[in-house]
């Protein structure tokens, strides 16, 4: 153990907690745990916990905190309007007025609490070269692969970002989900895909960036415009419980949406709408096609070709 740069000699079988008190002033906390640890740090406390022992540093301006083991963990406890950042390697918390900023590694599961409805913001990364996934509501949004989780909680804006697939498809896979609430709206093309509404009167967005494949689960009180990219060969197909847009490098796909608005990208491309024998189908212009029915309303804009079909 150091303190200020000297080395102090501590009997580890016969201590067992630890308490350093920062006091203010900008005071420093490096927590090095052993394996399979439990940090919980807050904008005036930090503490690591593990087998047979106890680090508590309240106070301190920045902390540091370091595990491993699939065991460990570490969560972030944040004030009305700061920053969490949760990556598959680091996990970080910044306070917006300065005041704190908590930072972990090496820890395999990772949680950031916000305050709801105070404009807090998380970012979040998963490991570009694997197949890892992201699973998002309006309220939790967690990142996860082989070896970590990172979870953001009741922040108002999450942005959680993939490898760039602008020319070539990547693994990672998105699932995302509206509130029920009238209002919410769904944005989704090559590389990008948002959700955003109200949910328990507080607003929300979350953008999945650079997934390859996504999946947005919706209601009937839910609007979604989507589109391809330029390539003449990317597709729209609507039905009466989905509609995807796809293409050689992305895939997205909105379920249970009550109005789809797809548009082309680019030109030559195909749209099929498919419906049931009693829904309508209306021809607006050579390029603009709606199938309409019960819970949902599909619309193909701007497609060169726009087959409908009786399913």
């Known amino acids: 153990m150091t303190l200020n740069n000297v080395q102090l000699a501590v009997n580890a079988a016969s201590v067992a907690a630890i308490n350093f008190a920062g006091g203010g002033g900008g005071d420093h906390a490096t927590l090095?745990?052993?394996?399979?640890?439990?940090?919980?740090?807050?904008?005036?406390?930090?503490?690591?916990?593990?087998?047979?022992?106890?680090?508590?540093?309240?106070?301190?301006?920045?902390?540091?905190?370091?595990s491993s083991g699939a065991g460990s963990n570490v969560t972030f406890t944040l004030e009305g309007g700061d920053t969490y950042v949760g990556r598959y390697d680091y996990s970080e918390a910044a306070s917006s007025l300065n005041k704190f900023y908590n930072f972990a590694i090496g820890f395999h599961t990772a949680v950031g609490n916000a305050v709801a409805g105070?404009?807090?913001?998380?970012?979040?990364?998963?490991?570009?070269?694997?197949?890892?996934?992201?699973?998002?509501?309006?309220?939790?949004?967690?990142?996860?692969?082989?070896?970590?989780?990172s979870r953001a909680n009741n922040f108002s804006l999450v942005a959680a970002y993939a490898k760039n697939n602008a020319t070539a498809a990547n693994l990672a896979q998105a699932t995302m989900s509206t509130s029920s609430n009238a209002g919410d709206i769904i944005g989704g093309v090559q590389g990008f895909t948002f959700t955003q509404g109200t949910v328990a009167g507080n607003a929300y967005k979350v953008y999945a960036v650079y997934f390859s494949k996504v999946t947005v689960s919706a209601s009937a009180n839910t609007t979604a415009f989507i589109a391809t990219s330029n390539h003449s060969s990317d597709t729209y197909t609507g039905t009466p419980t989905s509609s995807e847009v796809k293409g050689s490098n992305f895939?997205?796909?909105?379920?249970?949406?009550?109005?789809?608005?797809?548009?082309?990208?680019?030109?030559?491309?195909?749209?099929?709408?498919?419906?049931?024998?009693?829904?309508?189908?209306?021809?607006?212009?050579?390029?603009?096609?709606?199938?309409?029915?019960?819970?949902?309303?599909?619309?193909?804009?701007?497609?060169?070709?726009?087959?409908?079909?009786?399913?």
């Open 32 to 66: 090095s745990g052993l394996d399979n640890d439990t940090a919980v740090l807050t904008p005036t406390d930090a503490r690591l916990t593990g087998s047979g022992y106890t680090v508590d540093a309240p106070n301190c301006t920045v902390v540091s905190a370091f």
């Open 251 to 311: 895939d997205v796909t909105v379920q249970n949406c009550g109005k789809v608005q797809a548009y082309a990208g680019g030109t030559g491309q195909t749209a099929t709408l498919k419906r049931s024998a009693t829904d309508g189908v209306k021809v607006w212009s050579p390029t603009v096609t709606e199938n309409k029915g019960t819970g949902y309303d599909n619309f193909a804009i701007g497609y060169g070709t726009i087959n409908t079909v009786i399913i």
């Open 118 to 149: 105070s404009g807090s913001k998380a970012f979040m990364a998963v490991n570009p070269n694997n197949a890892d996934t992201l699973n998002a509501t309006p309220t939790s949004a967690t990142i996860a692969g082989s070896t970590y989780s």
